[in-house]
């Protein structure tokens, strides 16, 4: 197969992590004979920097040409000190989706069993969680109308749904379920907020529609709550675009880090793949952020193009550096020195030697990369 890949590598850890992505991609390519060619953009921070605004045309134009979007991270604590700033960072990440109507955002949250321990949670409240997110991704109080009173004091940013924004997510969630166990999780504030409230009414006369998918209904802090004291409960959960950020944040917590969780975003014709990290700036080229979320990305966008051999062996080098503790040190505290690369060059190596990683692991663990 030949993929062309828009690369956004971002700010912060970005480029760092894309680019142990781009190596387990180009191992995939060159072990399955696939064609995947790489073209690099600026977004964010960066691009506000060399061009003056968060998303320049260069880069929707290099995006729309290719058959899918590999990004990496975007933000700088400099915007953050300045909330008033009209350019941040964060508008070429809502630029994409916007321009690009990424609208279904999948979220995986595996609790893998050989880092069950790294996570802040108890072992037995953890094991066996496996959950999708599907989270609105366009609309919502992210995308509302926003407005400053002219003394400065009064704010307001409207929450805005549709019944067609929230059946076309709908519908792929449900699907999910139908493919997994069968149960969808509705998490709103229907008891508070109009907009919840459509949610609710919208997947209340769709369910009908999928007589095997048993749905529930939970508001958001009760869901919060629950995805803490039992993870295990949830299959797929459906929210709207806030709601799925802040549930993702704390999925984080459940598999042990947040730099394990990948995500896909979706339209009808466009597909971006990205850690759901952010850019962690003062964490950048110091070799100790992890690499595995942006690496289960690139295996989200092996899945998407039905590319499941390929995936599924990525994946496969993951379960294997977490089990012989080739991590980066959010995870590790068996080895030291373990870096971002090293992980990188370890997944590389176990998709060109399935076989015999386990005898390269002293190689790669003192540095060299791949042994044959």
Same mark, same amino acid.
């Given at each position: ?177 139908? @493919? ?6 509705l998490v709103d504030k229907a008891n508070v907020l109009a907009s919840s409230k459509l949610w609710r009414k919208v997947i209340q006369e769709m369910a009908p529609q999928y007589p095997d998918v048993a749905v529930s209904y939970m508001y958001i802090d009760k869901a919060a709550m ?19 950020? !802040? ?6 917590? !459940? ?14 014709? @466009? ?102």
């Amino acid at each position: 197969m030949k993929l062309n890949i828009a690369v956004l590598p971002g700010d912060g850890i970005g480029p760092e992590v894309t680019a142990q992505a781009v190596k387990v991609l180009k191992a995939i390519a060159m072990e399955f004979n696939h064609v995947f060619t790489f073209d690099y953009g600026v977004v964010g921070a960066s691009a506000i920097e060399k061009t003056g605004v968060a998303l320049p045309q260069e880069t929707i134009a290099l995006c729309e040409k290719a058959d899918a979007i590999l990004f990496g991270a975007i933000g700088n604590a400099v915007y953050d000190m300045d909330p008033m700033a009209k350019i941040r960072p964060e508008q070429g990440l809502l630029g994409l989706r916007k321009t690009f109507d990424l609208y279904a955002d999948v979220r995986p949250v595996i609790a893998y069993e050989d880092i069950l321990d790294k996570s802040s949670l108890k072992k037995k409240q953890i094991k066996d969680t496996d959950i999708l997110i599907y989270r609105e991704l366009t609309s919502g109080i992210y995308f509302g109308e926003k407005t400053f009173s002219d003394d400065g004091n009064t704010a307001t940013d409207t929450c805005q749904y549709t019944r067609f924004q929230i059946e076309r997510i709908a519908h792929l969630a449900f699907i999910a379920a139908q @493919k997994r166990k069968r149960k969808l999780t509705l998490v709103d504030k229907a008891n508070v907020l109009a907009s919840s409230k459509l949610w609710r009414k919208v997947i209340q006369e769709m369910a009908p529609q999928y007589p095997d998918v048993a749905v529930s209904y939970m508001y958001i802090d009760k869901a919060a709550m629950e995805l803490a004291i039992n993870p295990r409960q949830f299959d797929v959960i459906l929210t709207e675009n806030m709601f799925g950020d !802040i549930l993702s944040e704390l999925a984080g917590v !459940i598999v042990g880090s947040i730099g394990l969780l990948a995500s896909a975003s979706f339209s009808d014709k @466009k597909a971006m793949f990205q850690p759901i990290h952010g850019a962690y700036n003062k964490a950048s080229n110091q070799g100790i952020a992890n690499p595995i979320a942006a690496i289960l990305s690139a295996a989200m966008l092996l899945d998407h193009f039905e590319l499941y051999d390929e995936a599924s062996l990525v994946k496969e080098g993951v379960d294997k550096s977490l089990k012989l503790h080739i991590t980066t040190p959010d995870l590790n505290t068996k080895y030291e020195h373990i870096t971002t690369i090293k992980v990188g060059d370890f997944i590389e190596d176990f998709i060109n030697n399935p076989d015999e990683t386990n005898l390269n692991f002293t190689n790669i663990h003192l540095g060299q990369s791949t042994i044959i």
